[in-house]
């Protein structure tokens, strides 16, 4: 299994950016997929979970909800997050995850670092 996030950067506030997840090593379309983060200092944080399939149902942290958006191309083996509005709590590193067959996650990334500062 190989997840691997990009598309991480420095934005002010109200910006917005688009990561992205390329998933290899299993079968995709089978698996939920999960963004989490972690601000400095603190713990890790679920961001946002999307179904597997087609991905009908997707949901969110209260503290993104209406941001962020998350989405996934099963062709492409790529899930997305779209996070617009950012604040400087945004900050933290981002990790895609694979979906645990008891819940949860089984598998993360490496990360890719989002900065909103003005």
């Known amino acids: 299994v190989q997840l691997v996030e990009s598309g991480g950067g420095m934005v002010q506030p109200g910006g917005s950016l688009r990561l992205s997840c390329a998933a290899s090593?299993?079968?995709?379309?089978?698996?939920?997929m999960f963004w989490v983060r972690q601000a400095p200092g603190k713990g890790l944080e679920w961001v946002s979970m999307?179904?597997?399939?087609?991905?009908?149902?997707?949901n969110y942290a209260d503290s993104v909800q209406g941001r962020f958006t998350v989405s996934r191309n099963n062709a492409k083996n790529t899930v997305y997050l779209q996070m617009n509005s950012l604040k400087p709590e945004d900050t933290a590193l981002y990790y895609c995850?694979?979906?645990?067959?008891?819940?949860?996650?089984?598998?993360r990334g490496q990360g890719t670092q989002v900065t909103v500062s003005s």
């Open positions: 995850a694979r979906g645990g067959s008891r819940g949860g996650y089984d598998y």
């Open positions: 090593g299993f079968t995709f379309n089978n698996y939920a």
């Open positions: 999307i179904n597997s399939g087609d991905g009908g149902g997707a």
